[in-house]
């Protein structure tokens, strides 16, 4: 069976534009989330979805962070105005319920220039 | 103070050696404990699970002390192939997992 996938999975954007970042959990998870990795550290919670509802955002560094799984299954991470600092790893991961492993996608590699 | 610490590293280390990692978790509530290791330019994977009564998985063994907030991972026999990125991380309850910065192994012929 499919793991999760995530599209691009490298991305160079000019300082000011706006980003999306696409992530297909594995079939019948409830349970996403979105992580940021900066280069030489852990991964860094920034939001989760149970089905469509989205349960907690308190990780999103600012305003310009937006996320959205309107149907309860493909999820989108939106970046606006992106600047240097939002360069990072952005990791998905799906899980069958909230207290289930976590299964995480290859990333995508955000570059702000 | 981040909530979970752990030596960077790197630890360089001949095949065949044991090498132990240490972490420590600064919020007493964390109820679950893991080891994700990843590979370099790719995703974590969880290895495993530490419970409080310890425990083992072929060379690996992992123990946790609830008391001092200190999680550990033995790898013993070491192998070329347990050259990794090993990530400590805990969880409260039914809330996303917190991940340390990480410790990197290499593992040399």
């Known amino acids: 069976g499919a793991g999760v996938s995530q599209s691009p999975r490298y991305k160079v954007a000019k300082r000011g534009q706006d980003v999306a970042l696409r992530c297909d959990p594995i079939?019948?998870?409830?349970?996403l989330f979105w992580y940021q990795q900066a280069l030489g550290q852990g991964p860094e919670f920034l939001t989760y979805f149970q089905n469509e509802a989205q349960l907690d955002k308190s990780g999103l560094p600012s305003d310009r962070f937006f996320a959205e799984r309107p149907e309860g299954s493909v999820s989108t991470l939106k970046i606006q105005r992106t600047q240097q600092e939002d360069s990072a790893v952005y990791l998905c991961a799906s899980s069958l319920r909230l207290d289930n492993e976590q299964f995480f996608g290859p990333g995508t590699r955000l570059t702000v220039l | 103070r981040k909530e979970v610490e752990q030596d960077p590293g790197p630890f360089n280390v001949p095949e065949g050696a044991t090498v132990a990692f240490n972490c420590t978790y600064s919020?007493?509530?964390?109820?679950?404990f893991f080891w994700y290791r990843q590979d370099c330019r790719k995703e974590p994977k969880l290895l495993m699970s530490?419970?409080?009564s310890g425990n083992e998985d072929g060379r690996f063994t992992a123990q946790l002390n609830r008391a001092s907030q200190y999680i550990s991972l033995l790898i013993r026999d070491s192998k070329l192939s347990d050259s990794a990125t090993y990530l400590c991380?805990?969880?409260?309850?039914?809330?996303?997992?917190?991940f340390g910065k990480g410790t990197r192994l290499s593992v040399i012929a």
């Open positions: 079939s019948g998870h409830v349970s």
């Open positions: 919020n007493s509530a964390s109820q679950s």
């Open positions: 991380v805990v969880q409260r309850g039914n809330t996303p997992l917190v």
């Open positions: 530490v419970y409080s």
